[in-house]
C-alpha cells in the first residue's frame, strides 16, 4: 500500500483547544521490510493522521532508529518536502532485527491568549513581544512516537520502554496483530502505570472528514493497562496525551503527548 494512497486520509488528532500540532513517523510505502530494503521515512508535524500541515523548523524534531531496546546510531537526517508539507529521511535494513522509528518534538514553551491565539516562547518573552495581549496560559509540551517498521514474533525488546516522559507500551508483540485481535498496551509517565487516562485508537480512513474523529476511546485501569480491538487491516495509531501542574518556573501546565503507530496486515 503506498503513502500516495494513503495520504487522502485525514484524521483530526487534537482537542480543539490545543494549537499544536501531533509529531509522528510513518513509511512512505506499507509493506514487508528485510535485510537491505531502504525504507523511506516521513515526520509530519499535523493536526491529521497521515498528511502533513505544518513544516516546523527541522532541528526541533528528531527521528532516530531503535534495535534491541537501545538507540541505534544517530539521529536520522530530515529534508523537507514543500509540497507535502512533511520531512523526509531514509534508513537501511543491513539484518532483520525488528526496528522502532521513534520521533521526538523536542520540548518547548508556548502561550494561549484569552482572544484564543497563541504564541511559542515562555510567558515572559511572549508577554514582552505582544504588549495589549492577554495571556491565559503558559505552557510546557514535548511530544514522542514509536512506529514499528519491522514487527518479528519471536521479539523479547518489543515492549521494553524507551524512557519518554509518557510511552505506550504494547503489552503483545504488534506482529501478532490481527483483525479481531484484542492487543493489550500500558501507559507509563515517568516510568509509573498511568491510570485512569482517556487513550484513544483509530485506523487509517476511519470518518476521517471529522474533527476529533476516533475510532475507539477507553480509560486506562488502575494499572494503565487498555485494550483496543483490531476491527479493520491497515494502519493503527493509539494516541493519548497527559495535561497536568506544571513544574518549570512561571508556568501553568505541562502537556506530553505519545503516539504508537503499527500496521496490521
Not at 133 to 154: G, H, V
Not at 172 to 180: D, I, L, R, V
Not at 196 to 208: G, K, R
Not at 244 to 258: F, G, I
Request: aromatic share 12%; with cysteine; proline share 6%.
Amino acid at each position: 500500500m503506498n503513502r500516495s494512497f494513503l495520504a487522502g486520509a485525514a484524521l483530526f488528532l487534537l482537542a480543539a483547544y490545543l494549537p499544536a500540532h501531533e509529531f509522528f513517523v510513518m513509511p512512505q510505502e506499507l509493506k514487508d521490510y528485510r535485510t537491505g530494503d531502504t525504507v523511506q521515512l516521513n515526520a509530519l508535524s499535523t493536526h491529521y493522521f497521515t498528511v502533513g500541515e505544518e513544516l516546523e523548523p527541522a532541528e526541533v524534531n528528531e527521528v532516530y532508529v531503535v534495535k534491541n531496546g537501545s538507540k541505534a546510531g544517530v539521529n536520522l537526517p530530515l529534508k523537507a518536502n514543500p509540497d507535502r508539507l512533511w520531512y523526509e529521511t531514509t534508513y537501511r535494513l543491513t539484518d532483520n532485527t525488528p526496528v522502532i522509528v521513534v520521533g521526538n518534538r523536542k520540548g518547548n514553551f508556548y502561550c494561549l491568549f484569552t482572544n484564543g491565539d497563541y504564541a511559542d516562547g515562555t510567558r515572559a518573552a511572549v508577554a514582552a513581544a505582544n504588549p495589549g495581549k492577554t495571556i491565559a496560559t503558559a505552557r510546557y509540551f514535548a511530544k514522542y512516537s514509536k512506529y514499528y517498521l519491522n514487527p518479528d514474533p519471536k521479539d523479547t525488546a518489543f515492549n521494553k520502554p524507551l524512557g519518554h516522559t509518557i510511552e505506550i507500551i504494547p503489552l503483545e508483540n504488534p506482529a501478532s496483530y490481527k483483525k479481531g485481535f484484542k492487543p493489550r498496551f500500558k501507559v507509563l509517565f515517568n516510568g509509573q502505570p498511568l491510570a485512569h487516562a482517556e487513550i484513544a485508537a483509530t485506523y487509517d480512513y476511519y470518518n476521517y472528514k471529522t474533527a476529533n474523529a476516533y475510532a475507539q476511546i477507553q480509560k486506562t485501569d488502575a494499572q494503565g493497562e487498555v485494550r483496543f480491538t483490531i476491527t479493520n487491516p491497515g494502519i493503527w495509531l493509539v494516541r493519548i496525551s497527559d495535561t497536568r501542574k506544571s513544574q518549570y518556573p512561571d508556568t501553568d501546565e505541562d502537556n506530553h503527548n505519545a503516539i504508537l503507530v503499527c500496521t496490521v496486515k
